[in-house]
Each structure stands twice: as structure tokens, then as C-alpha cells.
């Protein structure tokens, strides 16, 4: 006689869990590989001094637009803290596509055009790929998530810094390695709004740290946090020169949520 041998069906729960594991994976996939793309350039502005006030103004306005483009990540404008007269435009687009479309803007255009007199010095650009955040880290949205009626003062007092970094030739997976724990750890922190590791398109070597804290408060408590001294030491040895740093005060966005915005994990898209 012959025994049908009972068919074990895995529990729905076990079912579902791998196809959301599948589905993340393949959210992570598409991710990194839209991340690669991504098109993230820093302008250097030099401005005549009694130029600053309508350049600063023409130049928000600029970027309150191109936060609305498609494909566009971030357009955060900055102001160098010493030397008053220059001016940093974060500017990063899903892909060259996107940057390219940008440049063909009506807005863009004007800017270009109203602020051309205004330079001291032609403006200057430097390119880099994203090393972190990662996918779900970065979330789906850019400066666009704050709206007019939010406190528009609420960055006057945040803390944002520009480190540069040289590792030594050799060193650049484990550096990027190291610095990306570091950032991803130090966003976790009370009243960190942002910390991205940039690695320079022209030179692996070079890296760009780009630390945003509500207040100065809080950028001085990263420095006494285990993450920090534990990167700190690691990357001692590998160092070509020392590393940095720039303080700007932030002039767009002006909100804490569209330095930000709110982490959902799995559940969303992100950015890149």
C-alpha cells in the first residue's frame, strides 16, 4: 500500500518575509547602482563684496527652484564663514541627464545671466561620486519637503562644516570603508541634520566630509562620541596631509527637515 507522503507548506509569514527580503535587495541593487550615477558637484562662487547681498538673494531663488526639478537630490548654498566673499552651491542630480536638463532651465538661465557681473573670479566646480549615505540612509526626498510656512530662521545657528581629506595611494577602500561606519554612526546622533562622505571624481584619494549639526553644541559632542575617536584613530596612519576644514553658515535650505527629513527605513524609496 502506498503512503502519500504529506506536503509541508512553509508558513505564509515565512513566505512573505523572504519576498520582502527579495524586494529589499533589489530596492538596495537599483539603488547603488543609481547612486553610482548620481551627479554631485561643488561651485565655488567668488563674489564682489558689494555684490553679496543681491547675489545671495538671485542665487536662493535659484535654488528654490531646482529642488523642484525632477532628478534633482539637493541644491544647498552656503557661505563661507571667513572669508565672506565666497559662496558653495551643493548641487546633486540623480544622473548627468538630470544635471544637464538643469542647465537649460529658464531659472538657471536668469541666475547665470543677473549674476555674471557679480563675480570676483570666474566660478570654479569639483565633482564627486556618493559613498554614504546609503540607500537607507538617504530618504525620498530633497530640500523640497519644507514648505513657506515653516520657521525660516531655524539653520541660522546650525553647524556646518566641509572637511577635506587626503589618504595616502593604497589606503582609498579602507578610508572610504572607515569614514562611511563613522557617518553613518554619527547620523544617528542628537541633533546631527546631516553627514555625507563624498570621494572626489578627479582624484580617489581626496575626500569630502560634509558634517551639518542644529547647533555648535552638538558638532562639539560628535567629537567626544566612541564612533568618532574609533575613526579618528583608525585613519591616523593613512592620512597624506591633514585633513581641512571649512565652516560655512547655511543660507538654503532654511529648515531642519529639508537637511533631514524622516528615516523610513525599507518601507520607502530613497533619493538616489
Known amino acids: 500500500m502506498l503512503t502519500r507522503r504529506a506536503t509541508i507548506h512553509p508558513p505564509r509569514v515565512a513566505i512573505r518575509s523572504r519576498r520582502a527580503t527579495r524586494a529589499r535587495d533589489g530596492r538596495r541593487r537599483r539603488d547603488a547602482r543609481v547612486r553610482a550615477s548620481a551627479r554631485i558637484t561643488l561651485v565655488r562662487c567668488d563674489v564682489k563684496a ?72 570666474p566660478r570654479s566646480a569639483e565633482t564627486y561620486l556618493a559613498i554614504e549615505p546609503n540607500d537607507d540612509a538617504w530618504t525620498y526626498a530633497n530640500a523640497v519637503t519644507w514648505n513657506e510656512d515653516d520657521d525660516q530662521s531655524e539653520m541660522v545657528n546650525a553647524s556646518c562644516v566641509h572637511v577635506h ?28 541634520l ?11 584619494r581626496k575626500f569630502l566630509l560634509v558634517e551639518v549639526y542644529d547647533g555648535a553644541a552638538s558638532a562639539v559632542a560628535h567629537k567626544s562620541t566612541p564612533h568618532y575617536e574609533a575613526w579618528r584613530e583608525e585613519v591616523a596612519n593613512m592620512m597624506a596631509r591633514p585633513r581641512q576644514a571649512r565652516a ?25
Not at 534633482?72 to 544637464?100: G, H, M, P, Q, W
Not at 595616502?168 to 554619527?186: H, I, R, T, V
Request: aromatic share 8%.
Open 50 to 121: 558689494e555684490a553679496m547681498d543681491d547675489f545671495l538673494r538671485l542665487t536662493e531663488e535659484n535654488a528654490r527652484a531646482s529642488v523642484r526639478e525632477a532628478g534633482n537630490v539637493r541644491f544647498d548654498v552656503l557661505r563661507d564663514e571667513k572669508d565672506r566673499n565666497l559662496v558653495t552651491l551643493v548641487e546633486i542630480y540623480a544622473d548627468d541627464a538630470s544635471a544637464a536638463k538643469h542647465k537649460e532651465t529658464k531659472h538657471y538661465e536668469t541666475w547665470r545671466d543677473e549674476v555674471a557681473d557679480m563675480m570676483a573670479a
Open 165 to 192: 581629506c587626503e589618504c595616502a595611494a593604497g589606503d582609498e577602500a579602507a578610508f572610504a570603508s572607515a569614514c562611511a561606519k563613522n557617518a553613518s554612526e554619527s547620523a544617528l546622533e542628537d541633533g546631527n
Open 248 to 272: 560655512y553658515d547655511v543660507v538654503f535650505p532654511p529648515t531642519k527637515i529639508s537637511w533631514r527629513g524622516d528615516a523610513c527605513g525599507d518601507a520607502c524609496d530613497t533619493t538616489w
Open 194 to 204: 546631516r553627514f555625507d562622505v563624498f570621494q572626489s571624481a578627479e582624484s580617489a
